[in-house]
């Protein structure tokens, strides 16, 4: 039930899971401590409410036509109908609800995970041409829609300067990992030689080259691998690899992701330098850190200050089966190397790169633009 005397407010995706780490994990059951939480959701799975947070449920759509042309409108009926003070939404096709939302006098959010633009012109399988006009049409639109709105609350400080020329309340809230997920005592001495990857599973976050890598008989350690494959081709190709070398599991749960880097002795996150990966700032990454396992990531600038400052992990060249191969290798050989690095990326999210930190900016945030209501 809901408290009353409470400010109501909605929290809308189209495209995320109603579990969402960010979304419903960090951001709406941390703000259900002060307001009454709704949540819109697109999943087909129906209403529940948990944790003090109520999810509604517009229908799971067939297509992803669908979803931009239905499921959006869907969304923004439920939104009216709920009443709310803060509407806070999640996905680019929801500008529109958004914009539509600011004229009915609502205060309104936009939460910007990615660099859309950028990630647009990274979609080899789209004509370059429709890449280019889509990624014009969707930076116009964000540009003129953030100067609407109550707040654009930003995952790195990279997409915040791009949108505080348009929006002065423009405020990046970084995904840093729920340490509570990892309270459990941690064994830094895994005796398995297991090496986990968890993520979205696509070209541009380099399966080929983990399958080239890991599938290799002469190899004394093995991949196991967690999210959602981007399309058939891959699926098939990794059905048909060994399992004693590369072991796909499905799209995990909160607890079984905590559990597989639990037993794991290396995380992986190697990918592509695209646009919108160079920038980006990976969930894993820090969960594989919070989880007490060093990290092998990708050489990106911004990567390697957290990896090599931290002394948490190696950085390599993702296009480089060797490099890969080799840091593999040197951490699964180098017991007290690997040890000492997984306590450093332990120890350096419990110091820094603490979750309740960025959730005060975002607290602030709720409470400058409710004041008064």
Known sequence: MFAMNRIDICHLTSVHPRYDARIFLKECKFLSEYYNVFLIVADGKGDEEIDSIHIIDVGKPSTRLRRVLNTTKKVYRKAIELN??????????????GRKLVRKG??????????????????????????????????????????????????????????????????????YPLSSEFDVQISFDRSENRICYIGGISDQRGIHELIQVFDNESNNFFLELAGEIENEEISKKIGSINKNRINYLGVLKRNQIVALISKSKVGLVLLHPTPNHLNSLPVKMFEYMAGGIPVIASDFKVWKEIIEGNNCGICVNPLDLDEIRNAVQFLVENESQRLEMGKNGHNAIRNKYLWNDEFKKLQNVYEEITEGC
């Open 84 to 97: 709310c003070i803060i509407y806070h939404f999640h996905d680019p096709e929801l500008l529109h609800v």
């Open 106 to 175: 609502k205060k309104v959010i936009y939460d910007v995970h990615e660099d859309v633009p950028s990630q647009i012109k990274s979609k080899k399988y789209l004509n370059i041409i429709i890449r280019i006009l889509s990624s014009f049409y969707i930076e116009l639109v964000e540009k003129n829609y953030s100067r609407r709105f109550s707040a654009i609350i930003t995952a790195t400080e990279y997409i915040r300067q791009r949108f505080l020329k348009h929006n002065s309340r423009t405020i990046e809230v970084r995904n």
